[in-house]
């Protein structure tokens, strides 16, 4: 058990649609960052945020956004949703000091666009 | 522009035997480098990560690592492979910001499979 929880384990919704993915992590980690994983694109890096602010940004789509709350939690959003977007959605979360750079995934939100 | 490559899509190995699987770099700078496994239906582990240091990196449940500044490789091992380790294993580089924290880029994985 990594420490970094997800929710849903699953979501299976209709195009055009809009989610919700939650992710809490580590105890003391201030960063999250968000990674897509398909059999096409592979594991790709979304979004990162630390301690409430954006800090930086990959192959995220407009129709995707995200947050970071002030309890660290943070929440992706997917609108206006194709069937494309079918994927496993992980959260990770890191301290981020040079001793522990390495980060924490949690069991990830697999999204089926139907 | 920092990238890994991991040149075998999949490695098998009897019970017993070693096991390598190879993951090269690119980066600007220092690298700091990190091997995950993926069991099915799971999320991703970290193993073992090399930042500064010796070359050669221990990790978790055996395994270890050894990094290669002149052939920029990162090579993870286990001197005698198990069943259970069969999975699917990425290699990835932390991207560089500058200084601040920065996300992970990896390979597009190798599945190991450890036959009895």
Excluded: M
Excluded at chain 1, 13 to 40: E, F, K
Excluded at chain 1, 49 to 75: C, M, T, V, W
Excluded at chain 2, 95 to 105: E, R
């Amino acid at each position: 058990d990594s420490g970094v929880t997800q929710t849903p384990k699953h979501l299976i919704t209709a195009t055009g649609q809009r989610v919700t993915l939650r992710c809490s992590p580590r105890s003391g980690d201030l960063s999250v960052y968000w990674y897509q994983q398909s059999l096409d694109q592979g594991l790709q890096f979304l979004i990162q945020y630390y301690n409430g602010e954006e800090r930086a940004k990959g192959n995220i789509l407009e129709r995707f956004s995200a947050q970071q709350f002030p309890d660290l939690h943070s929440e992706l959003n997917l609108s206006s949703l194709e069937l494309g977007d079918s994927a496993l959605y992980f959260c990770a979360s890191s301290a981020g000091t040079p001793s522990s750079y390495e980060q924490y995934f949690g069991p990830g939100t697999r999204l089926t666009v139907t | 522009a920092q990238s890994v490559a991991q040149p075998e899509d999949q490695v098998n190995v009897a019970e017993g035997n070693p096991l390598t699987v190879k993951c090269t770099y690119s980066v600007s700078g220092n690298p700091y480098l990190f091997w995950y496994v993926q069991y099915p239906n799971r999320g991703l582990q970290f193993l073992l990560k090399y930042i500064t240091g010796d070359n050669l990196v221990k990790g978790s449940y055996g395994f270890e690592a050894e990094f290669n500044k002149s052939q920029t490789s990162f090579h993870l091992k286990k001197p005698s492979a198990l069943v259970s380790d069969s999975a699917l294993y990425f290699c990835a580089v932390r991207a560089y910001y500058g200084g601040s924290q920065g996300n992970l880029i990896f390979g597009k994985g190798t599945k190991l499979s450890v036959k009895p």
